[in-house]
């Protein structure tokens, strides 16, 4: 790894976050450091050198960085050392409302009282900015809003209830990342679009959706550009699941779809083995490939 720094407004990623022009883009969401330790470029050493060994094997230019994870900071800080922008991702508001009231109560509470989830949802609002603040202080060079509005089935909540009460409390992390000139991506699993207008009200720059499919995707990535926001993914794991092959068109289709703009390629979320890593390696060599032949 080097040990030279940049400025956050330096890196490719965030300029790109933010509508300017910045060539191909590509990096990590969230993949399973023990797929990373499996691919061996590394020799073993604490966890929090895993995501930082492959950002710099494999030259990315960002990666996400879980709040949550004991060495959280020791990984953001190894990215940064890599050359990249490290991405703080923190839980949103409506996670602390499941963890309260449970999964199927806090579904039921969203319909029938949505009142009755206010203490939790402003408890994990709460949590979710002093966490944002610890990243940015540590050097982060942008805030990830996981909060998942979906799932393979459709939404999850209703419109109304993420408009009135989730989206308004998520608005309070962007604001702190907007002060220090940074950019915010929203993250759920499944098929958001329906609440894509009220992301981008919230101040959002960008989403990252997770387990979407290809097809899914694509209409995802229309309906974003639409809404003013830019896009991370293009590789889904469907795809990486089918093996080397199928990462190289994987790849391919992003680059693509990247030369349009809005779009950083990336992988859904959902890596979790080596072959699947492996299978997206192919995918990044044949986006840069196909990149630098365009």
């Not at 290809?214 to 889904?236: C, N, P, S, T």
């Amino acid at each position: 790894m080097t040990a030279e720094r940049h400025e956050p407004c330096e890196f490719c990623a965030v300029r790109a976050l933010k509508g300017e022009r910045a060539g191909l883009v590509v990096g990590f969401t969230f993949v399973s450091i023990g797929a990373i330790d499996a691919m061996r470029w590394g020799h073993g050493g604490e966890p929090g050198d895993l995501l930082p060994t492959a950002v710099s094997a494999l030259g990315l230019d960002f990666a996400f960085v879980c709040a949550a994870d004991p060495w959280a900071e020791r990984s953001l800080e190894g990215v940064l050392d890599a050359g990249a922008a490290p991405l703080w991702v923190v839980d949103g508001a409506f996670a602390n409302a499941v963890a309260v009231h449970g999964w199927t109560e806090a579904l039921r509470l969203s319909i029938a009282d949505p009142e009755a989830l206010g203490p939790a949802l402003d408890e994990g609002a709460g949590r979710a900015v002093a966490e944002a603040l610890r990243g940015l202080a540590a050097g982060a060079a942008g805030v990830v809003y996981a909060e998942d509005l979906a799932g393979a089935t459709g939404p999850l909540v209703a419109p109304d209830f993420a408009n009135d009460e989730l989206l308004p409390r998520s608005a309070r992390v962007v604001a702190e990342a907007d002060r220090v000139d940074l950019p915010s991506v929203f993250h759920s699993d499944g098929d958001v679009r329906v609440f894509l207008p009220g992301i981008a009200r919230a101040g959002f720059s960008a989403v990252h959706l997770g387990g979407l499919g290809e097809d899914a995707f694509l209409r995802m990535l229309r309906d974003a550009r639409q809404a003013g926001l830019r896009v991370l993914g293009g590789i889904e794991g469907e795809s990486l699941r089918r093996g080397p092959m199928e990462g190289v068109r994987a790849g391919t289709q992003a680059a693509l779809l990247a030369v349009a703009g809005d779009l950083l390629v990336a992988d859904d979320g959902s890596i979790a083995t080596s072959e699947e890593l492996a299978a997206f390696v192919s995918a990044l060599e044949a986006a840069r490939g196909e990149n630098s032949a365009g």
